[in-house]
């Protein structure tokens, strides 16, 4: 009797054991997440249609803090440049310095060093841009375009400027990597890109981030409900082992 009783009273210590370090790894894992999520990422406002499809007026993205020096063709970023306005802008990435941009070939499409580039995430299928234009860009120099190109305020409408519509990669502040609000998930990085000399950035640490503060609340939840469950468990063996067995009476 006593030494089961020695059993169950050791089973629930380890059961309170496991309890408890679940939720300690958990809460490391849940606060280091946002942690990790606060210090590499910004939440930004996009304040218009420029980017319709990909990204809305009024979505809430969240992006990447990085160098002008990491950005790649395709990368839609978030910049501040005076040329611009006084606001951050996002617009994407389609020619980098020492890129001759051109539009359009004769399928309609935009070209980098000759190179025709399918655009699926345009609003105008088909159609790079309303307007005929090229542009050589200045070494250190990015030439950004919107989406929404038969309504977007980007490049093309500064090619009479010095670095032809293009800005310098140190007016880049972020890089976009997902749409929070409402849930549409990541922004790809485009393939088209992917063949030209520098090839597409490689994705942030979101889904990573993410993956922690999802394991976080798992083990936090487990680790709450297995110490009652436990417990419990123990009171009923100490119970059953106190009954006296009918026959032995």
Not at 122 to 139: R, Y
Not at 191 to 198: E, I
Request: proline letters at 7%; charged letters at 20%; aromatic letters at 6%.
């Amino acid at each position: 009797m006593s030494g089961s009783g020695r059993t169950d009273d050791g089973h629930g210590r380890l059961g309170s054991t496991l309890s408890g370090l679940a939720v300690a790894v958990g809460c490391v894992l849940f606060l280091g997440g946002f942690a990790w999520g606060a210090v590499v990422y910004k939440p930004y406002t996009v304040p218009t249609e420029s980017m319709t499809p990909t990204v809305n007026a009024g979505d809430r993205v969240l992006a990447q803090r990085v160098d002008g020096g990491e950005v790649h063709r395709g990368d839609v970023v978030v910049f501040k440049d005076p040329a611009w306005g006084d606001m951050p802008m996002v617009k994407r990435v389609v020619g980098i310095g020492g890129d001759r941009i051109a539009c359009c070939e004769k399928g309609g499409r935009l070209t980098v060093n000759g190179k025709p580039i399918e655009e699926p995430y345009l609003q105008t299928k088909g159609l790079a841009s309303v307007e005929n234009f090229t542009a050589d860009v200045p070494k250190g120099q990015l030439f950004l375009l919107g989406d929404e190109r038969s309504g977007s305020l980007d490049s093309r409408f500064h090619l009479d400027d010095p670095g032809q519509g293009s800005v310098p990669r140190s007016a880049v502040q972020a890089r976009v990597d997902a749409i929070a609000w409402p849930m549409n998930g990541m922004v790809e990085r485009p393939k088209a890109f992917a063949a030209l000399p520098g090839g597409v950035s490689v994705p942030g640490p979101l889904k990573l981030q993410i993956s922690a503060v999802v394991a976080g609340v798992v083990l936090i939840l487990g680790g709450v409900a297995y110490g009652p469950i436990a417990a419990r468990s123990g009171r009923n063996r100490r119970g059953q082992g106190g009954r006296v067995p009918v026959g032995a009476r």
